[in-house]
């Protein structure tokens, strides 16, 4: 039996796990019958000097730098606390689209700060889950008993600050974390409240082996994804057609799209009809095909569950999935060609440029699971304390934990850096803050926080905000930068 949820949400810097970072972290732990146990966590992080933020995403959360650095910790204190106070057997860690964003920013912290970044998603029990996706398939399934939003434009929304305020739920500070994390567990209520049925089947469904089960079936199902359009719910009937080559996940095709017209396209041409292009023409829709990551709690169930009403409110001709399953069924090499039109795409994204380890060690966690002999050393430098840290020198066999090293104890220890070490973090930083001399990072931010004072969107009462910004940038840029 499960000890319950622990609903939690992040604020962030920017939108990119990779190099952006965690400003605050706030959390509600709950009981089965999701009320509240125990004292909300509410913690600023402090933002380090190579770290330069978004000024679109601080004019959201109206967390400005200086705040984290004046009542923040460093990445190591939080994840010492985390680890004491939050992670607890049997919990299941959910927010609303945490899967796809907060967990990632918190597996990336995990990583730069020597911990695993996946164990404390199933150690003892954990688990996590992601109420987003299943308001998406609550809403185009089973939608009775919760009033639904729309927004401005008059097309269905799922927000949350949206869907709190048609349902009277108390929401006083959207964006702010803690004010997020209690309308999360309101919504989760008010869902599980009106629809026990599907709410319990998804709960029972975050479970990666039963996923893999319906989905390799071979039989169509039903899928809630934001891939999907909004005037069919972001909801529509998918088979798969292959297994992604990690074995975690499956390629499915959209079975509102007859596959006829793709039947004798090459590799070449369905990687073509698979790039995203805002220009597209509009006899060549982009590729009916997406893939299903297994261990992302994706939103699926048996097609059976979509009755009558529910194929109308979608949109679901179930006849003509039927006729394109069929039609799928004459095409056996139809997956293999998406697999190779998907290599194609995979070789054409950027690289990383490796203009040092130490400039590209940080987004690195996915290029393979850390070294097991390595574990031990990463416990000893989680364990030191400020006095052990200045005189230890790891050993690492793999080299993303030793390029991480000097950059570890300059994020969390800076008081110890010696002054050799201390000119090489202040180069790092240079570097990453002008985009390795060409001061085109630095540029664009100054460019942005003026089209954002001179626009007529931003209220006077957050024209701080900005000025905020640009104080703390002034104090992190280069010398160099600031002379020239």
């Known amino acids: 039996m499960a000890a319950g949820f622990f609903f939690y949400d992040l604020e962030t810097s920017g939108f990119d796990p990779k190099f952006a970072r965690i400003m605050q972290f706030a959390g509600q732990r709950t009981d089965d019958a999701l009320s509240p146990v125990g004292e909300p ?25 200086q705040a984290t650095l004046a009542d923040g910790v460093t990445e190591a204190e939080f994840l010492k606390y985390f680890y004491e106070h939050v992670v607890k057997p049997d919990t299941i860690f959910l927010g609303y689209n945490s899967v796809r964003f907060d967990d990632e920013f918190m597996r990336y912290l995990h990583y730069r700060n020597y911990y695993d970044a996946y164990r404390w998603h199933w150690c003892d029990g954990c688990s996590r889950w992601d109420i987003l996706d299943v308001v998406r398939m609550t809403r185009a399934l089973r939608p009775d008993g919760i009033v639904w939003p729309f927004s401005p434009d008059g097309k269905p929304s799922n927000r949350l600050e949206l869907l709190t305020k048609v349902n009277k739920i ?67 009937a998918v088979v798969k057609v292959a297994d ?46 997406k893939a299903v990551k ?55 994204r950027p690289q990383m440029s490796l203009l040092a380890n130490e400039q590209a060690v940080d987004g690195q966690l996915y290029d393979g699971f850390l070294d097991e002999r390595d574990h031990d ?12 840290i200045g005189t230890l020198s790891p050993h690492f066999h793999d080299q993303r934990l030793s390029g991480l090293w000097p950059l570890y104890k300059a994020r969390n220890y800076p008081a110890l850096l010696s002054s050799e070490e201390r000119a090489t973090w202040d180069a790092f930083c240079a570097h990453r803050l002008l985009d390795g001399g060409s001061g085109s990072r630095m540029a664009k931010f100054f460019a942005r926080l003026q089209a954002l004072a001179a626009s007529p969107d931003v209220p006077a009462g957050k024209q701080y905000i900005l000025q905020e910004l640009q104080l703390y940038a002034e104090s992190i840029v280069p010398s160099d930068a600031a002379e020239a």
Not at 41 to 61: C, E, G, Y
Not at 177 to 185: E, G, P, T
Not at 254 to 270: G, I, V, Y
Request: with cysteine; glycine share 4%.
């Open 41 to 65: 966590v509410n913690i600023f992080i402090k933002l380090t000097a190579d770290t330069l933020p978004d000024p679109d995403a601080i004019m959201v959360t109206g967390i400005t730098p």
């Open 377 to 388: 050393m990463m416990g000893v430098v989680r364990a030191s304390d400020a006095r052990e």
């Open 244 to 289: 992604l080559p990690n074995g975690q996940g499956a390629l499915v095709y959209n079975l509102r799209f007859d596959p006829t017209p793709l039947a004798a396209m090459t590799a070449e041409q369905l990687a073509d009809r698979w790039r995203w292009r805002k220009d597209r023409p509009a006899d060549q829709p982009p590729l009916p095909v």
């Open 170 to 236: 108390d929401h006083f500070a959207a964006h702010d974390a803690l004010s997020d994390v209690n309308a999360a567990i309101a919504v989760t209520k008010l869902i599980r409240d009106k629809q026990p049925k599907l709410f319990q089947y998804l709960l029972d469904m975050r479970d990666k082996r039963k996923v893999a089960a319906l989905v390799q079936s071979g039989e169509p199902f039903a899928y809630s994804s934001g891939t999907y359009p909004s005037e069919h719910e972001k909801t529509t």
């Open 294 to 348: 297994f261990n992302k709690c994706p939103a699926v169930a048996p097609l059976s569950v979509v009755d009558p009403d529910s194929q109308k409110r979608i949109g679901l001709d179930l006849a003509a999935t039927q006729r394109h399953m069929q039609v799928l069924r004459t095409l056996p090499d139809f997956g293999a060609k998406l697999l190779a039109a998907m290599e194609i795409l995979d070789k054409e």
